[in-house]
Each structure stands twice: as structure tokens, then as C-alpha cells.
């Protein structure tokens, strides 16, 4: 089971908001702009962001436009539940590259009264759901599916295509390896 059964001593819970979709759809952007909507309020905010993830920096979360904020690497899900003790407001980037945990640290946050923002691909360079992403989907209050723009037709693309590397699951790129695609132009290159 997913849910702990803590709540905050004032009986209040918070919620799981997920933010997904293809590379390149604005996941990141959307992460940083709820986040520092919260700080602007004077929320006590941390935010994570896994160890694997050092595209732009080491630390902080940088969006593909190149809008920051600082955040903290950590290798498994189980650190954000003892670095995010005291918060109002959790921002998790990259959710998809977590363990399976991820799910169960974001419940038993938002179970103590935090806000949890989790962006994430919601599928894997195949077409397959990614990682913790399906079960964060299924427990989150809410869920925002952004989109990027297909490069071949100009419709919404949903699917990351990779152009280059190898079949590994997990392979950090850019646009140097990913594409956005739509389905039609996603079906057609699988079928290649």
C-alpha cells in the first residue's frame, strides 16, 4: 500500500500535483513557476532532484529555456522524506529517473499537510509508461499534461523520440538525442 496512515497534527493533508509529458513540453518550467509562486509567498520550500540528472548543473534545476532554481541532488527517494522534515512546499523535477519509493515519500508527505510537485515523463523513449510516473499519476490530486510541438508536423507531440545513442532506458540527451513527435509521426518512425 502506497498511503501511510500519518496526518499533521492540525488534521490537515496535503496533495500530490504531477506535472508530465513528453521532453521539451515545458515540465520543468511549469515545476520552477509553481515553486517560485510558493516562495513568493513565503512558504518554506525545498526542492530534489536526482543525482543522475547533471544536463545543465549539478545542483540546481534548470529548465531547457534556461530559467534556475536551486535544488538539491539526492541518489534515492528515501533522502527527500529526511531533507524535507519541515517543509510547506516539495518540488520533485525529473521524477521518472527515482526508485519505485518516490510514490510512498510523496504520499507520506502530502499525508503531514506538503504541498508535493512532482514533474516527470510520463512515458520512456519506446512509448511506455516511465518509471514511478503511472503510480504518482494515479495517486496525485492533480495532474497536468503539458505538450510540446511535434518537429515533423507541428502538432502537439507527446512522444520523445531518440535520434541518437543507444537502447538503454535511461539516456540523458538533448535535442543532440531526443525529438518531440506525435503520435502519427512517432507510429511512422517506429515502424521504420
Known amino acids: 500500500m502506497f498511503l501511510e496512515n500519518t496526518v499533521n497534527p492540525e488534521g490537515q493533508c496535503g496533495w500530490i500535483e504531477v506535472i508530465c509529458g513528453s521532453m521539451f513540453s515545458g515540465k520543468t518550467e511549469e515545476l520552477i513557476r509553481r515553486l517560485k509562486r510558493a516562495q513568493i509567498a513565503k512558504q518554506k520550500v525545498e526542492i530534489f532532484k536526482p543525482t543522475v540528472d547533471t544536463r545543465y548543473d549539478d545542483e540546481n534545476i534548470v529548465s531547457h529555456n534556461e530559467n534556475t532554481i536551486a535544488s538539491t541532488a539526492v541518489p ?36 503531514r499537510g506538503v504541498r508535493v510537485i512532482v514533474a516527470g515523463l510520463d512515458m520512456d523513449y519506446k512509448g511506455n509508461p516511465f518509471g514511478p510516473m503511472p503510480a504518482l499519476m494515479a495517486t496525485a ?52
Open 76 to 111: 534515492a527517494a528515501a533522502n527527500i522524506r529526511i531533507l524535507a522534515d519541515t517543509c510547506d512546499v516539495v518540488g520533485i523535477d525529473e521524477a521518472q529517473f527515482f526508485d519505485d519509493g518516490i510514490v510512498r515519500v510523496c504520499n507520506d508527505l502530502a499525508n
Open 141 to 192: 490530486e492533480y495532474v497536468t499534461k503539458v505538450h510540446a510541438v511535434c518537429t515533423r508536423t507541428g502538432n502537439l507531440a507527446n512522444y520523445s523520440h531518440r535520434t541518437a545513442g543507444g537502447d538503454k532506458l535511461v539516456e540523458l540527451g538533448e535535442k543532440d538525442f531526443y525529438e518531440p513527435l506525435s503520435r502519427a509521426a512517432f507510429y511512422k518512425e517506429m515502424k521504420k
